[in-house]
């Protein structure tokens, strides 16, 4: 068995740390009203590849990589995971995406010949009896159902984007070639909006109270706290998260690699509990058990 130092476990730990801290700054930004969605995702973006440009530079790692097959899925994660949160809790919203993501990634599995036998199977079921669990009560009003669906379709974008990154020679690399682009993508999003805005364009939209409607693009003026919240989701944990990942990935056994992440959605429910007084009900608790369960048999059970 590989022996794991204690700078390893140390990185490790901060890149856990750092992931959960995405949908904590997302949700702190986007939950107490700071900033938009497009605003906070468009600032994460540009932030996460200034980053990973910089890391780049100061590991001489070589140029950018990557594809637009891998920036589009990224683009896709980064907007439905801001939308999401809009109307999510931390815990919720972070074990959504977590076992979307797996989930997604058993199906392209099992589409290649991995096909699941035994405790993995078993496990699969679980996972996603867990995740239907944890969906049930966002499916009472538009506002939930769109949360929730965007969160999951979240996670399908990371899936894809995890399945196209697979195999990468220059991971870093790849990454901040992909940043690079769906931040480009972002821009021209965010100028549509804000033009869209400008001239009071109607479009389909979606409110707790109301549910759907046609109302007037609004593009409000960021807090610096929500311009600060998207910077550090961009630079810290999703930059400086992936740079401290991947240097310590090569370090790790596979299958620790893989189970170490059961954490995120664990620190990020924390996050919330404590710093945003969010509240943990017995269905998240419950739900969190069996999802993160039926993903460690899958990762763990022989194949």
Known sequence: ???????????????????AANSFFCRAALGAGQIDPASFTAIRLI???ITLWLCLRIQNRGA????????????GYAVLFSMAYLYMSTGTGALILF??????????????GDRLRGLRAFGAVVAAAGLVLLLWPHLQT?????AAASMALAGACWGVYSVVGKGSKSPLADTAGNFSRAAFLMVLVWMAVYF????GVHIPGVTV?????LYTVYLPTPTMAGVLFALASGCVASGIGYAVWYKVLPALPTTSAASVQLSVPVIAALAGVIFLDEAVTATLLVAMVM?????????????
């Open 1 to 19: 068995m590989k022996k794991i130092e204690v700078n390893t476990l140390i990185l490790t730990a901060f890149a856990m740390c750092a992931f």
């Open 47 to 49: 932030g996460g590849a």
């Open 64 to 75: 950018q990589q990557g594809s637009w097959v891998g920036a589009w899925a990224l683009f």
């Open 99 to 112: 076992v979307s993501v797996q989930l997604s990634m058993i199906g392209y599995a099992a589409t290649q």
């Open 142 to 146: 538009p506002a939930s159902v769109l």
């Open 196 to 199: 869209s805005a400008k001239a």
């Open 209 to 213: 109270e109301r549910g759907l409607a």
């Open 291 to 303: 999802t993160l369960g039926g993903v460690y048999l899958v990762l763990r059970a022989k194949r």
